[in-house]
T-cell receptor, first 114, second 111 residues
Framework: DTEVTQTPKHLVMGMTNKKSLKCEQH?????MYWYKQKAKKPPELMFV???????INESVPSRFSPECPNSSLLNLHLHALQPEDSALYLC?????????????FGPGTRLTVL | QKEVEQNSGPLSVPEGAIASLNCTYS??????FFWYRQYSGKSPELIMS????GDKEDGRFTAQLNKASQYVSLLIRDSQPSDSATYLC???????????FGTGTRLTIIP
């Protein structure tokens, strides 16, 4: 089973709202990722958690705040977003972070910021 | 600058023919190579991973890796309309948590 789940599937929020995206995997993977993808572009890495610790922050604005409550869960807290933050947000997981481990993507959350 | 390059397409192939997708990479330390398929509005789905020079086959899909020439390709035999999607090439190397993605090739299978 290589399933990564994400909720919600769609989210519309105003620029003053606070919302959270959730990601879950039960494959025993120890690395989890958040990506942002704009139309006709490849996924763009935002954050990497390795063994529940933040290991990479790709200079993402502070209005995006990741959280890893345990090895199976990953959240992305959103606050004061801008319309240009509208995108598909993808969560992925991999067995480890060796560089040879395959990353498996969840279905994504389509975010629209009004 | 680590780069992965793909022809953005669109690449049009008749149904039943072989689709050939190519990817070149600039970082010689790249060791892991992945092909993802992404339907419009959906998330990337792993098609194939390859780590050693040569060919790797899985059903209608064959990945080919040539590290000396720094390219990796994906062949799709007996192309079906359901193969119409964007194909993303990605690379990584040992000890690196990041995947470097190409811009993707949009493939259209013509019935």
């Amino acid at each position: 089973d290589t399933e990564v789940t994400q909720t919600p599937k769609h989210l519309v929020m105003g620029m003053t709202n606070k919302k959270s995206l959730k990601c879950e995997q039960h494959m025993g993977h120890r690395a989890m990722y958040w990506y942002k993808q704009k139309a006709k572009k490849p996924p763009e890495l935002m954050f990497v958690y390795s063994y529940e610790k933040l290991s990479i922050n790709e200079s993402v604005p502070s209005r995006f705040s990741p959280e890893c409550p345990n090895s199976s869960l990953l959240n992305l807290h959103l606050h004061a977003l801008q319309p240009e933050d509208s995108a598909l947000y993808l969560c992925a997981s991999s067995r480890g972070t060796s560089g040879t481990d395959t990353q498996y993507f969840g279905p994504g959350t389509r975010l629209t910021v009004l | 600058q680590k780069e992965v390059e793909q022809n953005s397409g669109p690449l049009s192939v008749p149904e039943g023919a072989i689709a050939s997708l190519n990817c070149t990479y600039s970082d010689r330390v790249s060791q892991s190579f992945f092909w993802y398929r992404q339907y419009s509005g959906k998330s990337p789905e792993l098609i194939m991973s390859i780590y050693s020079n040569g060919d790797k086959e899985d059903g209608r899909f064959t990945a080919q890796l040539n590290k000396a020439s720094q390219y990796v390709s994906l062949l799709i035999r007996d192309s079906q309309p359901s193969d119409s999607a964007t194909y993303l090439c990605a690379t990584s190397y040992f000890g690196n948590e990041k995947l470097t993605f190409g811009t993707g090739t949009r493939l259209t299978i013509i019935p």
